[in-house]
């Protein structure tokens, strides 16, 4: 089969679903519309179909010849965003859209598992398509919880993002820590309260609190090679209820994020602060957390899979570059826990296509063009992982 010819000839159906997830976003383990609408596709082809983690849905395709098994992955979720476009397929739901492109993300793998599926003779091996429920608030634990890297055990994974930050065809990709850990802290600092005019008869955790916002950022430029990105941000402060009044307490909240392996330093080094911060002024303290996403570190020869796919599905090896590294998470990085794989973006910045606007920003849009190079990127990475 010609696979660019063939997904060529599937770009209107590919934009027609595209279109069609775009009227109808939902939000994170919410995407029971969606789940149908990816159900009857897959089930059209024949595929081994189940639901999974709610709103989810995995299929297989069994190749007609034994070998490994690739997982393919899609997030469906969209945003709480109140669309700002006036694109005649714009968002029905009031206050939610699809501004991440996660329609995209659908569509292309829906047809991804079309093409494959008409060329299933000729695979050694199985295709896992996966697509999941909930990617902004770190859904992909569930469907881990509920087995999706076994039966059959899944020996690489791989997803794509579209990506407003990446011109229009070209592929970005890198070897090694791309997406940040994130950690989300909640942190309480007890003084003990009392008038603000003797001060020495209380214990004031505003003083310390804001002691500790600032000595607590040592960590990046002190402790910490200066090469290695994290940051630590307070995001929440809130203390206090009267002029008069010296607090019982501050409660905070923020998050760490890092982007290199072993950044998890950074977190008992802000705790070690906190503590000796607050001996120092007398108060106690409580810290809790709770992850948002690990980090997403590209396995290497995963990596160059991928490249190796988009260069020749671009068919120019300029086009496909390693730039994008980011402080932002993802949740695909709990398939690699265990598992060889790899994320690319695929670029949709295109400013004559109105597609140069940040993920989650009202007036997104992804550059439909690219969807069908998605497409080929999905499957081209698919046979060679089973090939090889
Ligand atoms: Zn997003
Ligand atoms: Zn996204």
């Known amino acids: 089969m010609e696979i660019k010819k063939r997904i060529n000839e599937l770009k209107e159906e590919l934009i027609e679903l595209r279109r069609n997830f775009h009227r109808h976003p939902e939000l994170g383990f919410e995407e029971y519309w969606s789940q149908e609408q990816v159900l009857e596709y897959l089930n059209k082809l024949g595929l081994e179909v189940s639901k999974i983690a709610g709103s989810g849905v995995v299929a297989l395709l069994r190749g007609g010849k034994p070998g490994k098994t690739v997982l393919l992955r899609s997030d469906m979720d969209a945003l709480p965003v109140q669309e700002e476009t006036d694109l005649p397929f714009a968002s029905e ?26 060329m299933k003779d000729e695979i050694g091996g199985a295709v896992k398509f996966v697509f999941q429920p909930n990617e902004e608030d770190a859904g992909a634990y569930k469907l881990i919880e509920e087995g999706v890297m076994e039966n059959p055990k899944v020996d690489g994974a791989f997803g794509v993002h579209l990506w407003s930050q990446t011109p229009s065809g070209y592929v970005d990709i890198v070897d090694g820590p791309q997406m940040a ?43 910490i090679d200066a090469l290695n990105p994290a940051v630590i941000m307070f995001t ?23 982007l290199y392996e072993g950044g998890e330093e950074v977190l008992e080094r802000f705790e070690r602060i906190i503590s000796h911060t607050c001996e120092a002024h007398r108060v106690s303290y409580e810290l809790n957390y709770k992850v948002g996403n690990n980090l997403l570190s590209n396995d290497p020869a995963s990596a160059e899979l991928v490249r190796a796919a988009a260069e020749e599905t671009l068919g120019d ?25 790899a994320f690319s973006f695929v670029g949709v910045n295109n400013p004559e296509a109105g597609s140069n606007f940040p993920h989650h920003h009202p007036k997104f849009n992804i550059d439909e063009d690219v969807l069908p190079l998605g497409v080929e990127l999905h499957v081209r990475t698919a046979l060679r992982f089973l090939r090889g």
């Open 93 to 118: 739901e009031k206050g939610k859209m699809h501004a991440c492109g996660h329609d995209g993300h659908m569509s292309m793998l829906l047809v991804a598992a079309k093409v494959l599926t008409e």
């Open 181 to 223: 850990a994130s950690h989300y802290f909640y942190l309480t600092i007890k003084g003990r309260g009392g008038h603000a005019g003797f001060a020495h008869e209380s214990v004031d955790p505003i003083f310390a609190a804001t002691n500790i916002v600032q000595s607590v950022q040592a960590v990046q430029t002190r402790e």
């Open 236 to 258: 929440e402060f809130h203390a206090g209820s009267n002029m008069t009044i010296v607090p019982e307490k501050v409660e905070m909240k923020g998050s760490i994020r890092f």
């Open 317 to 341: 090896k300029t086009k496909v570059t390693g730039l994008i590294h980011t402080m932002a998470g993802e949740d695909f990085c709990d398939y690699l826990q265990d598992t060889p794989g």
